[in-house]
């Protein structure tokens, strides 16, 4: 088993139920409400900031050229077709300025650009690199199970495009072939501090999509021991 694989597998199940989550299905049948999809995108624009700045970290840590122009074609992607893709969605949800530039962050939100501000900070390549992978991989992994058909709405089809299509999947692939390749000359000590950091940013994912709901049966009242 590969140290990514490794990586995957120990952080379940909080890593499936990020895959299969109830939001993912909404987005594939197009029918997440625009309030929702409003606030999953407004907050997701602020994980951006910082995910970018993390992106950066990898640049500067990197331990060869070829690593870090395999980073900055990532950073292509996001300061291009992406951050387009948000100023169009934003637009046709009508988002108010204040929340394009500095809305108030949900915990989730907060929790995940914190643990992406430290690992800017202070990480190593290795930390850097895991935390990416987890931001990454489960969205290539969610996204790999859209159905063929794309929904109507552009807000929606897109943000599937955006992480469905072979460029993404090919700088996945990267993105775990070079954690395995840094993985081998970690010790035992930074081999446990990237399974924490995978486990913990895992379950930031988890955090950020429950905070969009939508809301469970159960915990609305109208499960099965309800009258
Ligand atoms: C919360 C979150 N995680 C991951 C991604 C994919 N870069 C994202 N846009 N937002």
Redesign the pocket.
């Known amino acids: 088993m590969t140290f990514s694989e490794w990586l995957r597998e120990r952080s379940e199940p909080a890593w499936t139920k990020v895959v299969e989550h109830r939001f993912v299905d909404e987005l594939f049948a197009g029918c997440v409400p625009a309030e929702r999809m409003r606030s999953y995108l407004v907050q997701?624009y602020q994980?951006?900031d910082g995910?970018l700045a993390l992106l950066g970290a990898a640049v500067a840590r990197a331990d060869r050229y070829t690593s870090r122009l395999a980073v900055a074609g990532s950073i292509g992607v996001v300061t291009s077709e992406e951050n387009t893709y948000f100023q169009r969605a934003f637009d046709e949800l009508d988002v108010p300025e204040s929340d394009r530039t500095a809305p108030v962050l949900d915990p989730a939100t907060a929790e995940?650009r914190e643990l992406m501000a430290d690992t800017t900070d202070k990480g190593s390549y290795a930390d850097v690199l895991t935390v990416l992978l987890v931001?990454?991989w489960?969205?290539l992994d969610w996204a790999s199970r859209a159905p063929d058909s794309p929904p109507p709405n552009f807000v929606h089809a897109e943000w599937i495009a955006l992480?469905a299509n072979p460029e993404f999947r090919h700088w996945v692939d990267w993105l775990r072939a070079e954690v395995d390749r840094i993985g081998e000359g970690l010790d035992e000590r930074e081999r446990a501090r990237c399974l924490r950091l995978f486990q913990h940013a895992t379950r930031c994912?988890l955090d950020?999509f429950d905070a969009h709901g939508p809301v469970p049966p159960d915990v609305r009242g109208d499960g099965p021991d309800e009258g």
């Open positions: 997701d994980f951006v995910f995940f931001a990454e489960t969205y992480h994912e950020f």
